[in-house]
């Protein structure tokens, strides 16, 4: 069961060239291309024919031609030529889906089209501002998005999971600041105030200070000689159905990162577009922003790859909770502090099934 | 659900050597192997002890003996032999399935015996004629036997899917001339007028007149000087369960072929044997007679490869169409004016399925 | 369904090493390991937090520290440290097995601890005894372990299965001596003698008097000249839940080896600890203890291979008889002579199961 009245990224914007796209989201096959005049459209990857795959046909023009009978839709999904008739057949209509090609993504919405504003898309302005640079990629995890969720809310396992690049032992240490939910204030002077909504949200924050800085930071900042000690901070927001942004980095140990100056520091923002293939299999769309040293080609190679590397990482440990949710699906589990944040943002996700459930479908939101 | 009394292909004769063949057929694991006078026999792949696959087992002299405990069976599937015992059990017996070697293929049989009548065996006489030159293949797909037949009978997708090797856009473009069902006339002065039986049949032509040629049959007919116009007809046959026979060609434009007169131009037949696997697999005999040149190994050659091809970019699609049935069974579709042979084919396998399960099985075929 | 009350093999001894090794048995997914101070363990391999696998985690000292949060866990399976608390939750505890290291083997024990008896883990003396040398090693079959042990308990099948190596004609032509229940007396004189506990096992036998050897034992044994001809017995032993010895061997045809006296020839000891990991699948750790020419280690591979090998071919028919089994599982057996020992082993299982059923289990075991 997922939710449906919300924007989820479907496609990176580069993915949508001459060949139409198929991808299932939401259980859904969805079929994606680009019409001539350069605009993303989707629907259902299934010819109301015979059901053959449209992402195996053509774009025309703006059109999408089926490869099998050559039936062509119009980017709203309708039959509007069949060869060897002269009308298509009434009803021969596929269900559309608003797409909204923004921040480098193409973004889906898979619920009730009437509420498909594309002002709820969440801002991730980081994309289109020069004075970040941007690396990132596209993952497919065979696991429940929740999962992948929880996983970026307790960052403790950072220590355990990825300690050849982002993880020591004082993430783990470290209790959350505070999990809050509901209010913008909580970003407030992070990178990610400028995002943030004022919706169903939870943030928390770790602040770890005059620790020895993790390997992959140690390396990217500078932090590297023998004794250097930072001031280390993770501004963690959630915001349903599944985007997760983090506002990570480190300062020198001292110059007052709690209270708002890094500049003495680096600064990345990790974001993190969640979109459920299947009950069991995820999309994982990231990118990893940053505000310093933005020409640094070797430098954004450097933490593609690192960043790259260390989601492998989380890909095999969350794809083995699948497996052994598998094997007993009943099998209960203990909270432990550090879920703070991801029991949050579960009953966030829960409430608002509920509500699409009774027809108060994002009733709330943005209200 | 599976029509079963009728004759299927099970095998290629020449795949029933010295070792045993197992093949699953309408869901049921059958072995088959020739006896030592070589007479090909099937019977169920599943030795009656502790149901070892008897495929794993040798033939020896007429006899089958499994490859487990050594449990000999005759050629009607009876045990006659158990190591370290004088008599077999009692009711040590497996169902033995009617098979009969005709058209270089061997015919099963999978419903009540009692009607197997080698009589009912389609006459596919091209195999055994010198007149005819064959090539032929065999591929596995999985999907429906029925997407298959379908795409034997809406040849529209030819334009589409196959615009490399025998499709353009004349066979979309031009409409049925005729779709018919249950008389013999329908073929007569074609190719298929030999083989057609006046059973539960549906019947199709359509004609193309003074068009460019496909790329395939240009380079065959010698078709290829540029500015060459064909007249290109597709007489189409289906036959319950699901075999499919086209007659297919090209003459020069203008010389008659319309009206039977296909001296200057060629003429195919393509023969396709349709055997359900599971209700999402199926085997698919195919071959691809000619009436000229029949002594031409490079073109038979240059045929069964662009055949071959040809079929392997259907393949694609029907499995695809299967992946996308799957994930919504119910989703309902919209029939077009080139699915009338394809309809009449639903229709009539219906119907028979209907009274085979009312028992009147096969009774008026051939009544 | 499986019997629970048991020792079964989990693992070779070597397999316990730094790391932590993940297997699952009777459907249960386990986590096993070794503490620093070598007693192995084993519990859920299923964090109590979210599920990740443990076996993916470090071996700490005597402790397991789940790889994803951190959770270190002790040998018993309870939470005692959670990193960035203070103190583990209630009830934070898994399910822990009893484990015993005895004969190179790991033993676990899937049912109520409380009746985990170590004397009542089967007695593999060849292992630990220099007088015997001994190869062995582990197979995975895509089978239910019951397959496995039929084909055990009924060696006629190495006439048709193993030709090559253990099999001619007289072991499918000869006739179990005799198949008994629950008295050692039925092995003594026997290899088996030391190890068989009178429990609710089933004997059987077979003489093979004045034969042609088979290729294995003519080459191990020395018996490869024309014309030698041997004594061949095979004394086989079955122990719930899965257990099957066998003492077979060849002697100098007419020096006595039918009374016993087996000192002109040779003498092997099959043992087969047989664990299901699902109903589908078996873990098979075998050996093949032989008491001559124990220090010729040119001897010790060829019989290690030639085993290997003979047991690749049972692979291929066991999961043969899967694949048949699965396609139609109501469909019925019947039995022959030939399976006497593995009929009895059936109903012991059988019984036994009705009686953990109703909360008996074990109680008659060593009573």
Not at 18 to 37: F, K, N, S
Request: glycine share 10%; with cysteine; net charge negative.
């Amino acid at each position: 069961m997922f939710l449906r009245n919300f924007w989820y990224v479907a496609a990176w914007d580069h993915e949508l060239g001459p060949q139409p796209l198929g991808r299932t989201i939401l259980g859904e096959p969805v079929v994606m291309y680009r019409t001539a005049d350069g605009r993303p459209v989707a629907f259902e990857d299934r010819c109301c024919h015979r059901r053959a795959p449209l992402s195996l046909g053509r774009v025309v023009g703006n059109d999408l031609q089926c490869g099998y009978h050559g039936l062509v839709y119009d980017p709203e999904g309708h039959v509007i030529a069949v060869p060897g008739q002269t009308i298509a057949p009434p009803g021969a209509r596929l269900r559309a889906y608003p797409v909204v090609e923004r921040w480098q993504w193409i973004w889906i919405w898979m619920g009730d089209a009437a509420e498909a504003d594309p002002a709820k898309i969440p801002n991730i302005y980081w994309h289109d501002n020069p004075e970040w640079a941007v690396v990132g990629g596209y993952l497919h995890m065979k696991c429940h998005y929740q999962l992948l969720v929880d996983n970026l809310l307790d960052l403790t396992h950072e220590t355990f999971l990825h300690a050849k690049t982002i993880g020591n032992e004082h993430v783990a240490r470290t209790p959350l600041a505070k999990v809050t939910r509901d209010t913008i204030a909580d970003v407030a002077g992070s990178a990610l105030e400028g995002c943030a909504t004022d919706g169903r949200s939870v943030t928390a924050a770790r602040w770890m200070i005059g620790i020895d800085p993790p390997p992959l930071y140690a390396k990217a900042g500078g932090f590297d000689k023998p004794g250097d000690k930072v001031d280390r901070w993770q501004i963690i927001r959630f915001e349903p159905p599944s985007h997760v942004w983090l506002d990570v980095g480190v300062a020198t140990a001292g110059t007052g990162a709690p209270d708002g100056d890094r500049r003495h520091g680096i600064t990345h923002v990790v974001v993190d577009s969640i979109t459920p293939e299947t009950e069991t299999s995820t999309h994982y769309f990231w990118t990893f922003p940053r505000n310093y040293k933005v020409g640094d080609r070797g430098l954004s190679d450097f933490l593609q790859k690192g960043v790259h590397n260390t989601f492998l990482e989380d890909i095999g440990m969350l794809e083995g909770q699948q497996r052994i949710i598998d094997a007993d699906p009943a099998a209960r589990e203990v909270d432990i502090n550090a879920d703070a944040a991801s029991i949050q943002a579960r009953r966030a996700v829960a409430q608002l099934l509920e509500e699409e459930a009774h027809g108060r479908a994002g009733s709330r939101r943005r209200a």
